[in-house]
């Protein structure tokens, strides 16, 4: 965009910096983040769907790309679990990421859009269904 650049270390504010382009880059910076680990994973799944990832290779990749094995693994585990159109847009990674395999994952995710739960509400919630799914003792 005119006015700043978004690079590999950081951000440059070029000459004519104004409060109008620092908040369109705030915004911008805003949606990478939020998108992040859904690319990730989507990017090193689509590999492993395509055969550019060797079964069990993932780690060999991370290395390659300089992307961390642990945040890797999650991004492909939590991304595979939801399909682009199953994502819930006005909740966090981290929201996917703890019901993601869930066998309600997708009530649980509207529960916490329609209550703006946090991630520790959700999870606390989805305790509570566990608990009051499983079988009691005879």
């Known amino acids: 965009m005119e006015g700043y650049e978004i690079t590999a270390t950081g951000?440059?504010?070029h000459s004519g910096w104004t409060?109008?382009?620092?908040?369109?880059a705030g915004h911008e910076i805003?949606?990478?983040?939020?998108?992040?680990?859904?690319l990730i994973g989507d990017w090193l799944n689509a590999g492993d769907r395509e055969g550019y990832v060797e079964r069990g290779k993932l780690a060999e990749a991370c290395q390659r790309f300089g992307i961390a094995y642990d945040s890797a693994a999650q991004a492909t585990r939590v991304s595979a679990a939801f399909?682009?159109?199953?994502?819930?847009?006005?909740?966090?990674?981290?929201?996917h990421q703890e019901v993601a395999n869930h066998p309600h994952a997708a009530a649980l995710l509207e529960w916490?859009?329609?209550?703006?739960?946090?991630?520790?509400?959700?999870?606390?919630?989805?305790?509570?269904?566990?608990?009051?799914?499983a079988p009691t003792p005879t």
């Open 11 to 13: 951000l440059v504010a």
């Open 19 to 24: 409060p109008e382009l620092w908040e369109a």
């Open 30 to 38: 805003a949606r990478y983040q939020k998108g992040l680990m859904w």
């Open 83 to 95: 399909e682009s159109c199953t994502r819930v847009q006005d909740l966090s990674w981290k929201h």
């Open 112 to 133: 916490a859009a329609e209550t703006g739960a946090t991630v520790k509400q959700l999870r606390e919630e989805k305790q509570c269904r566990s608990m009051a799914a």
